[in-house]
RNA sequence: GGAGAGGUAGUCAAGUGGUCCAAGACACCGGUUUGCUAAACCGGCGAGGGGUUCACGCUCCUCCGCGAGUUCGAAUCUCGCCCUCUCCGCCA
C-alpha cells in the first residue's frame, strides 16, 4: 500500500500519477478521513492522559487510605468517552485501511502512461523458426502423440487442468529442475514454500482483497491455493527487520500455480496458453530502496538467460500504467514466441514493487545500527513459468516429420534427443 | 481429533490488579583503563502513531501471541482464536 503520509504531503503529485494507472483514482475522501483521524487521535489521547493520571491518584489515595470515591466516579465517566471515541477512531481508521488497500502502486517515471497495447518492445533476441513447413499447434501434436490428455484431465478436475503424460510429463519434470537449480547455483536461495496460504498472506502480496476471484479457496480450512510463489515468498520475512549486511536477500522457489481465471477465455487460448494449473519456478528478492531498479535489471537479466540456454526466440516488453498488476511500479515481461499460434505470450513477468508489499507486511531493514529501521523494496520475477515454456518448444522445436528437438541442456533429464 | 504445558523487546528471562513508565542477563554501540587481543568499569540500546520544532529534541498515546471483555486502572482476571512443545489417537 502507498504510504499515508505521502498522499498527504504530496497529494497533487501523486494522485496524478496513479492516475495514468486508473482514471477514476481520487485521493480526496483518504485525505478527508485522515483529518478526521487526527483530530480524533488528539482528542482520545488527552482523554487517556487524564484517565492514566487519575488512576494513579486512585491507587496512591488508596494506599494512603484516603477516599477515593468521588475521583472513581469521574473516571468511569471519563473512561466511557474514551471507549466511545476508540470505537470511533477505530472505524475512520478501518476506512482508511480499505480505502488504500484497494489503491494501486505508484509506477515509476520510467512506466509509459497508457492502456495495455501501448507497450514498449525493449529487445528482441533470435529468431523466428524456419518456416519451410507449416507449424502444428502444440495441443494437435501433443494429443497426437499421446503426451498431453486434457480429455481425461477434465475427468478428474473439470476443463482446463493439465495432465502429462511420458514424454511431456519428462520433459515438464526437467524444465523444473533445469531452472530451479540453474538459479540456486546462481545466488538464489532453494526455497519450497507452502502451497497453500491464509487470506494474510495474500493481503500482503496483494492478491487480496482485490482479486479474491481469481483465486481458489478452500473453505474449511479458510486457505487459498497458491496462484504464484510471489504471494509466498514476500511473506518469508514478514513482520522482521533484516540486517542491512544480508541485503539483497534473493530466493527462488519451485510450486505449482493455481488460477481459476475466472474471466474465461477464447479459441487463440487452447492448449497450455492459459490454464488452472501450472508449474513455475519464481526468483524473489528483498533489497534496500537505493539498489531495486538494478536488482530489477539483474532479475530480468537472469530470466532471460534460462530462455537463451533453451535456445528460443523472444522479446523484452516494458509494461504500461494500466497493464502493470496493482502492487508494481514497474515490470518487465519476457514473451516468447509461438509460431503455432503467430504471437508472443508471456512467460516471465519481473516487478519491482518497491515498499507496496512491503509496507503491508511490514518488512524492514535496519540501514546502520541504531538507525531507525525502512521498509526494503520487493521484487518478483517468473524464472519462468513451464506451461507456455511446453508449448514453446513444442512449437518452435519442430521438425518436418513432427518430432521435436528436445533442448540440450534438458537432455540429461529426458533422456532423449527427440520427442 | 483428545489431554497437558507454554507464547514477555534482537536472544534468554523475571514479573499473578496500582512507582511496570516491563527487572535482569546476553548480544550490540560509545567511552575509560590497557603492549595487542581479551577482561574490568561507566554510559547507551525495542516498535508504531499523534502533537510541537528549520532541526537536534521535547511531549503524549499505544504495543507483553491475536481479538473481544471485566475494571477508575490489565503483561497479570474472564472468554474466543492462532502458534509452539510433550504425550495419546490417526496417517503418506
Request: hydrophobic share 35%; glycine share 6%; charged share 30%.
Amino acid at each position: 500500500m502507498i504510504d499515508l503520509r505521502l498522499i498527504r504531503e504530496q497529494r497533487a503529485d501523486l494522485e496524478a500519477r496513479l492516475k495514468t494507472r486508473d482514471a477514476s483514482i481520487d485521493l480526496s475522501s483518504i485525505i478527508e478521513r485522515d483529518e478526521r483521524r487526527r483530530e480524533l487521535i488528539a482528542q482520545v489521547e488527552t482523554l487517556k492522559s487524564e484517565r492514566n493520571q487519575g488512576s494513579q491518584e486512585v491507587g496512591r489515595r488508596k494506599r494512603d487510605g484516603e477516599d477515593a470515591s468521588e475521583l472513581l466516579a469521574q473516571l468511569a465517566e471519563l473512561s466511557d468517552r474514551v471507549t466511545a471515541l476508540d470505537a470511533e477512531l477505530r472505524e475512520a481508521q478501518q476506512e482508511i485501511d480499505d480505502a488504500l488497500a484497494l489503491l494501486p502502486n505508484v509506477p515509476h517515471p520510467s512506466v509509459p502512461a497508457g492502456k495495455k497495447d501501448d507497450y514498449v518492445v525493449l529487445k528482441t533476441v533470435g529468431e523466428r523458426p524456419d518456416a519451410s513447413f507449416p507449424i502444428r499447434h502444440h495441443l494437435e501434436l501433443a494429443e497426437e502423440k499421446g503426451i498431453l490428455d486434457f480429455r481425461r484431465a477434465a475427468e478428474l478436475a473439470g476443463s482446463r487442468f493439465p495432465m502429462y503424460l511420458g514424454n511431456a510429463a519428462r520433459l515438464e519434470m526437467a524444465l523444473i529442475q533445469f531452472m530451479f537449480f540453474r538459479h540456486a547455483n546462481r545466488g538464489y536461495e532453494p526455497v519450497l514454500p507452502p502451497f497453500l496460504a491464509n487470506s494474510k498472506s495474500f493481503y500482503v502480496s496483494s492478491q487480496l482483497p482485490k482479486f479474491e476471484d481469481d483465486i481458489y479457496h478452500c473453505d474449511r480450512d479458510d486457505l487459498y491455493l497458491n496462484p504464484t510463489a510471489e504471494s509466498l515468498l514476500v511473506n518469508l520475512h514478514r513482520d522482521e527487520i533484516l540486517d542491512a549486511d544480508d541485503l539483497p536477500k534473493q530466493y527462488v522457489a519451485y510450486t505449482p500455480c493455481f488460477r481459476r481465471e475466472a474471466g474465461g477465455y477464447g479459441e487463440e487460448e487452447r492448449g497450455l496458453i492459459r490454464v488452472h494449473q501450472f508449474n513455475k519456478v519464481e526468483m524473489f528478492k528483498f533489497t534496500t530502496p537505493d539498489s531495486s531498479y538494478p536488482e530489477l535489471e539483474a532479475l530480468i537479466a537472469d530470466a532471460e538467460g534460462v530462455l537463451e540456454a533453451l535456445g528460443l526466440h523472444y522479446r523484452v516488453v516494458l509494461l504500461t500504467t494500466e497493464d502493470m498488476a496493482q502492487q508494481a511500479s514497474k515490470t518487465v515481461d519476457l514473451e516468447v514466441y509461438l509460431p503455432g499460434q503467430g504471437r508472443y505470450y508471456e512467460v516471465s513477468s519481473c516487478s519491482n514493487c518497491e515498499a507496496f508489499q512491503a509496507r503491508r507486511g511490514n518488512i524492514r531493514y535496519r540501514p546502520a545500527p541504531k538507525e531507525k529501521p525502512l521498509y526494503v523494496h520487493t521484487l518478483n520475477g517468473s524464472g519462468l513459468a513451464t506451461s507456455r515454456l511446453m508449448a514453446a518448444i513444442l512449437e518452435n522445436n519442430q521438425n518436418k516429420d513432427g518430432s521435436v528437438r528436445v533442448p540440450e541442456v534438458l537432455r540429461p533429464w529426458v533422456g532423449v534427443e527427440t520427442i
